[in-house]
């Protein structure tokens, strides 16, 4: 009976001194489910809270990116309307000949255009949500412009944590105006008006300067919106890093191994398992073998 007791006290000491060794090798307190079933059940709970940290920081740097590419376009956009409110400003010059400046505005339409079909990740970014073709285009007789696409207004949304979405696209139809036949609502088919005008003798009217002043104002606030969209990925971005690393500390302090506790435990361990051997060999029957 007493051998058997100290049989398993010894086995018991063994057994925890290779756990030590082991977490010491590892640097793990946790090599396996059974070393801590509660411990491991909180570790595969915050590992996945990592998991989906990282992907709404994936979400967050592609949506950084779309806007960073929306806001070089309205850049464009917005110098091409100063740049039209120069070229008109210079039309109206009696000593100018107002036909001179059609071809102007014609390559700013184009260049408009271009803006308004930039694509970025295979997406157009002024198309709303639907990416089948360039959202704005000539119509079939190349008189007018038009909206290729349906869905123009729609938003483009991601998700930056597990409660919460963002749109980051900005609608054409709030850049552009909505497209319709000359004179039409939209900058481009009043500027193919204008360049018509331009193209017959006409001068630029008051009409004109008008459209294009608020143009440029409406492109300079849809910058604005912009810039407030990236800062509120950039601050959703600082706050997922903080979450990560909150999490990456609760997982530390369920799986980092004290080393020098755990020294401390390996030597305290050994002192009981030599202490255990010297008390067995004077208490445990001894066979004839120890006595030849």
Known sequence: MMQSIFLNNLQNVKSQMGETQEKLATGKNINR???????????????????????????????????????????????????????????????????DFAAKVQTSIDNLLAYANTKYGGKYIFGGTDHSEKPYGM??????????????????????????????NIPGRDVFGTVGNPPGTDIFNSLIDLKNRLAAG??????????LNDFNDNVLSELTVAGNLYNRLSD?????????????????????????????????????????????????????????
């Open 236 to 292: 959703a971005k600082s706050l997922l890093e903080s979450q990560r690393q909150d999490v990456e500390t609760l997982m530390g302090k369920v799986q980092e191994v004290d080393v020098a506790r755990a020294i401390v435990d390996l030597k305290d361990l050994q002192t009981t398992m030599d202490r255990t051997l010297q008390i067995s060999s004077y208490v445990l029957p001894k066979s004839l073998l120890d006595y030849l």
């Open 33 to 99: 489910p059974s070393d801590d079933p509660l411990g491991t059940a909180r570790l595969l709970r915050l590992n996945n809270e990592i998991e989906n940290i990282r992907t709404y920081n994936n979400s967050v740097d592609e949506g950084m990116a779309f806007v960073s590419t929306t806001t070089s376009s309205l850049e464009g956009i917005q110098a091409e309307a100063s740049r039209l409110i120069t070229y008109m400003t210079s039309a109206r010059d009696a000593t100018k000949d107002p036909k």
């Open 202 to 211: 006409e001068t630029p009217t008051d009409a004109d300067f008008k459209t």
């Open 139 to 168: 119509d079939s007789t190349n008189t007018y412009v038009e909206e290729k696409t349906t869905h123009l207004d729609g938003e483009q949304k991601i998700r930056i944590s597990s409660s919460s979405t963002l749109q980051i």
